[in-house]
């Protein structure tokens, strides 16, 4: 147990200082969160829209610019936590793969991924809740804080499965950011006329969304919302560890199978015998080519 322990805090060490030597993605964090809030902000008229909570059925008239303020601050978050975490699985793949080879624990390999998902999503979201005070006052900023933190669970459990399974780098990153796009222009009401339709509720960040207008406008606490980013974060999870288990298991036995050192060849002699001697070239008449006639 201890020894299991000790490899899990290893891999999650090493794990963080990898997110923190990508300066890509720490100048998004720093400066791609305020930038897209902030250009939501100017740009986006400040009328009233309705949105209804389906958790509670309750149609809530918002402010049409913190609402868009919001939708922001998810797409900023998921693809910012998408991206870290794609970026992480698919180049430390092969690395992966040869520490499972030498013995080092799938399962704290998989549990570390998890453990770096979590910090960087609680500082990402918590980072975005702040930016977000700093220009109106949600009604209750630690559930908005909490809704952005499912949303970058997901996306980031995303990219560990895009990571997973694409061969090259473009259609992750590609990958993320459709899915991105598509999911937070769907749900905003004042990008998409369908932002009220049945089609909502199968999108990743559906519950996210949920939890942070309701947290944004009403004292509700929506508690389906958290149930709907569970279940796309658990699944998530449970393709992108089942594709790492299978990877790896079929990388080690690909190994051991080409390096495999083939034995001598053994040949039958005139009386049945087995032989270690390499077999001879005979002519048509059955004597050695090579003897005199």
């Avoid at 669970?153 to 560990?160: D, E, I, K, P």
């Avoid at 998409?192 to 947290?215: C, E, H, K, Y």
């Avoid at 051991?256 to 060849?265: D, L, M, N, Q, T």
């Amino acid at each position: 147990m201890r020894q299991g322990l000790r490899l899990f805090l290893t891999a999650t060490r090493y794990g963080l200082v990898e997110h923190a030597r990508n300066r890509f993605a720490m100048l998004l964090v720093a400066v791609f969160v305020p930038a897209v809030i902030s250009l939501v902000r100017l740009a986006v008229m400040r009328i009233e829209v309705s949105f209804r909570l389906r958790g509670t059925g309750v149609v809530l008239r918002a402010n049409g610019n913190e609402l868009a303020q919001i939708s922001a601050a998810i797409a900023a978050v998921t693809l910012i936590i998408g991206f870290m975490m794609f970026a992480a699985t698919f180049g430390s793949g092969e690395f992966d793969r040869r520490l499972s080879m030498a013995g080092f624990p799938r399962v704290a390999l998989g549990l570390a991924k998890i453990a770096c998902l979590v910090v960087a999503s609680v500082v990402v979201s918590v980072y975005a809740t702040a930016i977000l005070c700093c220009y109106w006052s949600p009604r209750q900023p630690v559930m908005l804080a909490a809704a952005l933190f499912c949303a970058a669970m997901t996306y980031g459990a995303l990219g560990v499965v895009l990571g997973t399974l694409l061969r090259r780098e473009v259609e992750g990153m590609f990958a993320i950011a459709m899915i991105s796009c598509v999911d937070m222009a769907v749900q905003n009401p004042i990008a998409s006329i369908g932002a009220d339709g049945d089609f909502v509720r199968w999108l990743p960040s559906f519950g996210a969304m949920q939890v942070a207008t309701a947290a944004g406008f009403s004292g509700a606490v929506l508690l389906s919302g958290f149930g709907i980013q569970l279940v796309w974060f658990a699944a998530s999870v449970v393709i992108g560890l089942v594709t790492f288990h299978l990877r790896t298991r079929s990388a080690l036995r690909t190994r051991v199978s080409a390096f495999r050192i083939p034995g001598p060849v053994r040949s039958g002699d005139a009386a049945g015998r087995r032989t270690d001697a390499p077999r001879e070239t005979y002519g048509a008449a059955g004597a050695d080519s090579s003897a005199p006639r």
